[in-house]
């Protein structure tokens, strides 16, 4: 099975920039589908960001949208979110997650469809 760990989080002000890698070994993450997720303090987890294996699909929260970017390097093994303009709402816990698909055009945006997840990275934006 694959493991994923998170790194890149941190303190920021209001409108600077992030960027969180997640670095998967044990298995070739071209095989798995991949989301970056969120949980605030008191809040339910929330999918920000997914791909398809292939990066041919994306989609965002419409929270996000506009200032966050998911990418994918398979040869690395690597799954990044470009965070820019940050607020402080977008203070969270924020986790990568992969699963398995088949499918090249759906985007899973359910946490409950995702097997594998990392352990999380803090992200602080302060106002």
């Known amino acids: 099975q694959v493991q994923l760990v998170e790194s890149g989080g941190g303190l920021v002000q209001a409108g600077g920039s992030l960027r969180l890698s997640c670095a998967a070994s044990?298995?070739?993450?071209?095989?798995?589908?991949m989301g970056w997720f969120r949980q605030a303090p008191g809040k339910n987890r929330e999918c920000v960001a997914a791909?398809?294996?292939?990066?041919?699909?994306?989609r965002y929260a419409d929270s996000v949208k506009g200032r966050f970017t998911i990418s994918r390097d398979n040869a690395k093994n690597t799954v990044y979110l470009q965070m820019n303009s940050l607020k402080p709402e977008d203070t969270a816990v924020y986790y990568c997650a992969a699963r398995q698909s088949p499918s090249t055009v759906i985007v899973a945006f359910n946490e409950y469809e995702y097997a594998y997840w990392g352990q999380g990275t803090q992200v602080t934006v302060s106002s």
């Open positions: 044990g298995r070739t993450l071209s095989s798995y589908a």
């Open positions: 791909i398809t294996r292939s990066g041919s699909r994306i």
